[in-house]
């Protein structure tokens, strides 16, 4: 299995809403990443986990929450969304520090 | 803190054509460089990683190299088709689990 899965592909939700983006790889990775992309900019990191542990969060607002179950396993919790939020959220993964990033299909979230 | 830009920004070319897209970057002490493709509304596909101590990378139509001390990096595609339409995003990565993108080059063949 050389993927990194994201599901959903598309969401769409209102701004009081609760969801949670899943993102699954089975490749031995040990750090797994969380990325925003708006239309026509290059991604822009979130959150980093490595081995598990919350490594990096780049000023994240707090409606986001991530989590790591095991070292398969990302999610991204979402609360209270704006409008502005609505993106493409892209998860990756990568095994060691010389080893190149496997990205995600990616989802689409509109908030309303 | 790590800086990468791609030129030109967009680019359309006939059906046929070499291109060369350009990547550069202001800190040299880089683990690797890698370049994705990117089709509208999807993920990042791989397209060639560069290691550090290497040049350059080939795969298939496509070549990479690298020029570390320079802080520069070209991806070459031969015989460019209609298929290869799509944004090409360069990528650095330094220490501490950080990839730095460059802004991306919106490539268009025309049949």
């Known amino acids: 299995d050389t993927e990194v899965t994201q599901t959903p592909k598309h969401l769409v939700m209102g701004m009081t809403n609760k969801k949670s983006l899943k993102c699954e790889q089975h490749m031995g990775h040990r750090a797994m990443y969380w990325y925003k992309q708006k239309a026509k900019k290059p991604p822009e990191l979130m959150f980093v986990y490595s081995y598990e542990k919350l490594s990096i969060n780049e000023s994240v607002p707090s409606r986001f929450s991530p989590e790591c179950p095991n070292s398969s396993l990302l999610n991204l919790h979402l609360h209270a969304l704006q409008p502005e939020d609505s993106a493409l959220y892209l998860c990756?993964?990568?095994?060691?520090?010389?080893?190149?990033?496997?990205f995600g299909s990616g989802t689409r979230l509109t908030v309303v | 803190k790590q800086e990468v830009t791609q030129i030109p920004a967009a680019l359309s070319v006939p059906e046929g054509e070499n291109l060369v897209l350009n990547c550069s970057f202001t800190?040299?002490?880089?683990?690797?460089l890698q370049w994705f493709r990117q089709d509208p509304g999807k993920g990042l596909t791989s397209l060639l990683l560069?290691?550090?101590?290497?040049r350059e990378q080939t795969s298939g139509r496509l070549n990479a190299s690298l020029d570390k001390s320079s802080g520069r990096s070209t991806l070459y595609i031969a015989a460019s088709q209609p298929g290869d339409s799509a944004t090409y995003l360069c990528?650095?990565?330094?220490?501490?689990?950080?990839?730095?993108f460059g802004g991306g080059t919106r490539l268009m063949v025309k049949p």
């Open positions: 990756a993964s990568s095994l060691g520090q010389t080893d190149g990033y496997t």
């Open positions: 990528a650095v990565r330094n220490a501490g689990n950080m990839l730095t």
């Open positions: 800190d040299s002490a880089i683990y690797n």
């Open positions: 560069i290691q550090s101590s290497q």
